[in-house]
């Protein structure tokens, strides 16, 4: 039986055993205490999968503690009974995502196949991005996301709560600043760390600075606003179309305003304890626009900051740094520039998306890990002419960034890193879709990208991939279908 043969997403990296169907007992027991809540999880998975309940007992699914197997791995194996073995929870958590798949059942019995799969994964980070449509998105729907993460085995959930309409945080801090009506509660977000924590994702809660915060100079402009004295009107693009102005953009310069960037900083890190990332956005700011704030021409006078280049990449290294006071790690989008890069702490993570602001080999060169945020073919969004299939993240790796931007280098010359560590994985990013549409494109291209994360060098051909594609997704569907 060839690993790409296997009925899971991502392909594991070892199978052995003649595939042999064989009626599997429907009833579950841990054989370790540590692994109990994850028995449970997929007693409540199989009955959505499924509907059938798994009976207290031996004989079926069980689970068992092995020191010998590394962190994250796990081992199959499925003879009469299906045995899942591993060291801790991450890789329980695969093997359970595994065993999942590895079922069906036929007029009431339940059957599996007889093979020994053991398995890890070559890439740590594997993401998927989560914006809001206008009108927000109720807690049920956003761990429905979660769900979908754990049983494709992509270990991040990152969560884009603020942009220029929106700000779903709650706060102390500011309580005025929430969306009113939509913004989460502190006891939702509470809520939510403990179901995704169960599940073996690790969520990543973004705060997108300097620009895209017009949520923010609306609701509280007395402390985040740029004291605009005129000058001339520009008008900046993003790729997309979308305009960019400079009232989307706080002020860097006051000692007020950033006295408060760095208590909401702190305000999201102890929201989410177990979070050991926090974005801090950093991409496509009009930043032209601080010449014209008398405030951001005093600080940089004082700092001897030459210009608004230079304090873009200033601004993003003070609110880096307030990351990791907090003992967190940052990161942020290419979009910063080149100049004052200095300024910008070096252990910092930056997500290559457009290979327009920066180049991810130079990136690489100055010092910081990246994350493939490639737009092509990893982007979901409304549109119907950028969309990308299943089949054209198959045709891409980790190394690689495409885009169909003219004005990205990687338009006509798609770019090809040499393979290294520094290069931590990947993310699909969905942007402000609505929820059936952002749920369909996400157990649609999942797989893919985790299949090309999960084991680097490529063992499923578009044929094999498309053999297995359509079971697994209706699977994964029917643990979520309630929510729909």
Known sequence: MKVSEVPIFPSPKSVMGNGEEYELKTSIISNHQEFEDKAQLLSLCFKKMYDKDLENGEGGIELY???????????IVSDKKMCLYASDDEGMGYAIASALFLVDVKKGVAYTKTLTIEDYADKGYRSFMLSMPQGG??????????????????????????????????????????????????????????????????????????????????????IFANQYEGGEERVMYSE???IISGDELICVGSKNSMEHVFKLI??????????????????EADIEAWDNCPVCRQYRKDENIEDVHELYSDFIGRVCKRVFENGRTPIVWEGFPKKGIERIPKETIVCAWECYYHQPEDLLDAGFRIINGSWQPLYIVQSQ??????????????????HFWSE??????????????????????????????????AIENLPAMCER?????????????NKKHSNVVMKAAKLISQSF
Request: glycine residues 4%; proline residues 7%; hydrophobic residues 40%.
């Open 137 to 222: 998105m109720s807690l049920a729907k956003v761990k429905n996301f979660v769900d979908i993460c754990f049983i494709f085995k992509v270990n991040y959930l990152h969560l884009h709560l603020s942009d220029n309409i929106y700000y779903y945080y709650p706060s102390k801090v500011l309580p005025q600043l929430p969306t009113p009506e939509t913004s989460f509660s502190f006891e939702e977000i509470a809520e939510l760390n403990a179901y995704a924590k169960v599940r073996g994702i690790t969520l990543v809660p973004e705060l997108d600075l300097p620009g895209h915060a017009a949520a923010i100079t609306t609701r509280c402009p007395e």
């Open 408 to 441: 990205s280098r990687a338009k006509l010359n798609p770019v090809h890193l040499t393979p290294t560590e520094k290069v931590l994985g990947a993310q699909i990013s969905s942007w402000g879709c609505f929820y059936e549409l952002c749920m369909g494109r």
């Open 266 to 283: 702190d305000e999201i890190c102890e929201m989410f304890p177990d979070s050991p990332y926090i974005h801090l956005g950093g991409d």
């Open 65 to 75: 503690f092995d020191s010998a197997i590394e962190k994250g791995a796990y081992k």
């Open 453 to 465: 994360l999960w084991t680097v060098k490529r063992v499923c051909s578009d044929e094999d991939f």
């Open 385 to 402: 002419t950028e969309r990308w299939t299943p089949l054209d993240i198959m045709k891409w790796d980790v190394y690689n960034l495409q």
């Open 240 to 242: 997309a179309g979308a």
